[in-house]
């Protein structure tokens, strides 16, 4: 099993910026593709920005292009999100997931494994 932790969410004016990172833990934690989505209240959940493991590859929602950069550092099994010029419609709770695979997807059914998540409020 592999355990993800998404840490640094919170409230934020627009126009400002959120870093949320995702700690991984658990079984051999290597060569896996990460990715982060988010649910906005009465909302599905839909994707935002996946990294593949050696980061060659990153896609980005066409909504956060430019703004969001997602990053990793595998020495410390984290997986990054630098959130800037935040819209109150990124407002939603931010999910981290891994993918036993090294390719990268952007579906929720290319993931094997999700953090708890964590909510990103963004006030106008």
């Known amino acids: 099993q592999v355990q993800l932790v998404e840490s640094g969410g919170g409230l934020v004016q627009a126009g400002g910026s959120l870093r949320v990172s995702c700690a991984a833990s658990?079984?051999?934690?290597?060569?896996?593709?990460a990715g982060w989505f988010r649910q906005a209240p009465g909302k599905e959940r839909e994707f935002v920005a996946a990294?593949?493991?050696?980061?060659?590859?990153?896609y980005y929602a066409d909504s956060v292009k430019g703004r969001f950069t997602i990053s990793r550092d595998n020495a410390k099994n984290t997986v990054y999100l630098q959130m800037n010029s935040l819209k109150p419609e990124d407002t939603a709770v931010y999910y981290c997931?891994?993918?036993?695979?090294?390719?990268?997807?952007?579906?929720?059914?290319?993931?094997?494994?999700w953090g708890q998540g964590t909510q990103v409020t963004v006030s106008s």
């Open positions: 997931a891994a993918a036993l695979s090294p390719r990268v997807g952007i579906l929720a059914h290319d993931y094997d494994y």
């Open positions: 658990g079984r051999t934690v290597s060569n896996y593709a």
């Open positions: 990294i593949s493991w050696r980061g060659a590859n990153i």
